[in-house]
Structure formats: structure tokens, C-alpha cells
């Protein structure tokens, strides 16, 4: 079974910054589509970011500018750089493969606010 465990959330004020981390236990980390999913308080989980095999990327419209997606796969681990943060994104952060497997990580809590 696959596991997925992300880190490097915290509570930051606005216009910070955080550095999430995913490492993937799966020998075939370099076939998939990587991404990252966020989920706040009584809403839906949502895609925040992918990364394809070759290095493309695509980012949800508001985080454009503000989040950079990337990975390592030698060490099958993704990664979100997120900068200039607001308190809209707020939330609990996932990575996962896209479309996502069954399994879940615990994600990481990432809370904005002064």
C-alpha cells in the first residue's frame, strides 16, 4: 500500500511563507501526475496544484503567482512553495497522484492569520 505523508505546515501571519513536503513510498513515484489538494472547514477538497511526469504544471487560478509545485523523483517527494499567504488559504493540505488514489494522507494543517 501506498503511503503519503506530508509535512511543513504551520501557522504563519499573511505575506508569509511555508514549504510543504510529500514523500511518496511507491516504486513507480515517476509514472504519475503529482498534486496538491487543500481542504478548509466544512468545504470540499479542491486541487491546488499538479506537476505532470515531464515537469509541466498547472495551478488553481488563485494561487497563480503566489504557489510553485515541483518534485524530486529521486526522492519521491513533492513539494509546494507557498509565499505571500492569506488567510483564505487556510486550510488542511494533501498531496496525492492525479486523479488521486484511494488513499489519503493525513495532510498537514496550514493556518494564515495575524
Known amino acids: 500500500q501506498v503511503q503519503l505523508v506530508e509535512s511543513g505546515g504551520g501557522l504563519v501571519q499573511p505575506g508569509g511563507s511555508l514549504r510543504l513536503s510529500c514523500a511518496a513510498s511507491t516504486s513507480i513515484f515517476h509514472v504519475y501526475t503529482w498534486a496538491w489538494y487543500r481542504q478548509a472547514p466544512g468545504k470540499q477538497r479542491d486541487l491546488v496544484a499538479r506537476?505532470?511526469?515531464?515537469?509541466?504544471?498547472v495551478y488553481e487560478e488563485s494561487v497563480k503567482g503566489r504557489f510553485t509545485i515541483s518534485r524530486v523523483s529521486a526522492k519521491n517527494t513533492v513539494y509546494l512553495q507557498m509565499n505571500s499567504l492569506k488567510p483564505e488559504d487556510t486550510a488542511v493540505y494533501y498531496c496525492?497522484?492525479?486523479?488521486?488514489?484511494?488513499?489519503w494522507g493525513q495532510g498537514t494543517q496550514v493556518t494564515v492569520s495575524s
Open positions: 496525492n497522484a492525479n486523479p488521486p488514489m484511494n488513499y
Open positions: 506537476i505532470s511526469r515531464a515537469g509541466d504544471t
